[in-house]
C-alpha cells in the first residue's frame, strides 16, 4: 500500500446548505449571510458554490420543520414517489432540492453536497457520510482536523446503502453533513456559528488545493461507524418516559461507555446501567430532536480508517471514470486491497448492529 496514489476527478461544484432543519439557527445565518454577500451561485477560485436554504418554510418558523422531517426525505423511493397537493410540503421539497443539486446517484448531481446542522449534544464539529471509503470525504476530515485543533473533529459512518441514504447530502456524489454543537435549538451562540464559519472555509480551501493538483498523502484516520440506538426507559401503558441521561453520561459524548456504565437515572432515583458486552462510544448524547423518534443517544465503534494519497485529475487524464458509481467502484477495491495488507481491521457486527437504521440529523 505504500506509495499507493488514487486519481480523482475534481471538485468543481460545491452545493452549501443550510436551514434543512428551521431552528438549527448556524446553518441558518451562514447561509443568510452568503446570500446577502454574493449570488446563490458564485465562483470561488474556480470552484462553483451554490448556496441553498433548504427548508425555507421551516426557517421561516424556527421549526425543525412543518410537516415531516425534511431530512428523512431523500432515498430512492421517496424522491421517486408521485407528488399530489396533499404530498406534505418536505416531501415535495425534497423532490425540488434533488432536480437543484441532483439526480441523486447521476452524473449531473453536484460533485459535493455540504449540509449543516446544530446538535444539543456536546459533539464538538463531526462529518457524518454514508462511506466509509469516498476518499474526498475522508480527506476533507482529516484537513479540518489539522487545521482546527482546538475543537474536536470527528467522523460518524451511518453504514447504509446509497438507495435506502436519507438525508439531503446523499444526493451529491460526495456529500456529509456538518453537525456542531452543544447549542439549543431556535437559538444561535456566536462560538458555534464561528466554529460553522471557520469549518466551511477549510473545506472549501482543501477543494481549491486539490483541484489546483496538491497531492494529498494517505494515512489513517479515526472513524465511527454507528452500531445502534438506545431509547429512553419508557412506562408500559403511557410509553412516556420514565427517566433521564444520568449525570455521569450527560455531556460526554465520544467518551467510551462500558458494562455497567451508569446510562439512566429513574425519576424515582434508580440509576440503570448499561447491559452491553462491548464498549461502545455514545453520541448524540439527550438530543432535544430525538425525543420524538425514541432516541436517548447512539453508540459507535470507533476504527482505524487507512486512506490512500489522493490528488485530481490532470489534462489528458480526464475521461477514465465516467460515474460517480465508477468511482465508488474503485474506492470499495482499493479499500479491499488495503484491508488485505493490514490497513483496517474488518469488523464483524453481531446481535448489536440490528439499528443500523437508526436515522440521525
Keep these: 500500500m505504500e506509495g499507493r496514489e488514487v486519481v480523482l476527478p475534481t471538485v468543481s461544484r460545491v452545493a452549501l446548505c443550510g436551514g434543512t432543519h428551521g431552528n438549527e439557527l448556524s446553518g441558518v445565518y451562514l447561509v443568510r449571510e452568503r446570500l446577502k454577500r454574493k449570488r446563490k451561485v458564485e465562483e470561488e477560485d474556480h470552484i462553483s458554490v451554490v448556496t441553498v436554504m433548504s427548508n425555507p418554510r421551516a426557517v421561516q418558523q424556527c421549526r425543525r420543520y412543518t410537516e415531516t422531517d425534511l431530512n428523512r426525505c431523500f432515498t430512492h423511493a421517496t424522491l421517486s414517489g408521485p407528488v399530489t397537493d396533499k404530498t406534505p410540503y418536505e416531501i415535495v421539497r425534497s423532490q425540488e432540492l434533488n432536480t437543484l443539486l441532483g439526480p441523486k446517484g447521476s452524473p449531473e448531481a453536484m460533485d459535493l453536497v455540504c449540509d449543516l446542522h446544530n446538535t444539543t449534544a456536546n459533539m464538538g464539529l463531526c462529518l457524518i457520510a454514508y462511506s466509509d471509503c469516498d476518499w474526498i470525504s475522508l480527506h476533507i476530515y482529516r484537513y479540518l482536523q489539522r487545521q482546527m485543533s482546538d475543537i474536536p473533529v470527528r467522523f460518524i459512518h451511518f453504514d447504509l446503502p446509497l438507495n435506502e441514504a436519507y438525508s439531503l447530502d446523499s444526493v451529491g456524489k460526495h456529500g456529509f453533513a456538518i453537525e456542531i454543537g452543544p447549542q439549543a435549538h431556535g437559538v444561535v451562540r456566536s462560538n458555534i456559528l464561528s466554529t460553522m464559519q471557520e469549518g466551511v472555509q477549510h473545506m472549501l480551501e482543501w477543494v481549491h488545493l486539490f483541484n489546483s493538483g496538491t497531492q494529498f498523502e494517505g494515512g489513517k484516520v479515526d472513524v465511527y461507524t454507528m452500531v ?134
Design 228 to 361: 445502534k440506538n438506545v431509547d429512553y426507559p419508557r412506562d408500559f401503558e403511557t410509553h412516556g418516559i420514565t427517566a433521564a441521561i444520568h449525570p455521569q453520561l450527560q455531556d460526554r459524548d465520544f467518551c467510551l461507555l462500558r458494562p455497567n456504565d451508569p446510562v439512566f437515572q429513574t425519576f424515582s432515583g434508580e440509576t440503570l446501567k448499561y447491559k452491553g458486552t462491548e464498549p461502545l462510544y455514545p453520541f448524540f448524547i439527550n438530543e432535544c430532536a430525538y425525543y420524538e423518534k425514541g432516541i436517548a443517544l447512539s453508540l459507535a465503534r470507533q476504527r482505524s480508517v487507512g486512506i490512500p494519497s489522493i490528488r485530481s485529475e490532470r489534462e489528458g487524464e480526464q475521461g477514465k471514470r465516467t460515474s460517480s458509481a465508477d468511482e465508488m467502484e474503485e474506492e470499495e477495491k482499493i479499500k479491499g486491497e488495503m484491508e488485505g495488507e493490514g490497513y483496517q481491521k474488518l469488523i464483524e457486527y453481531g446481535e448489536e448492529s440490528d439499528s443500523l437504521n437508526g436515522q440521525h440529523n
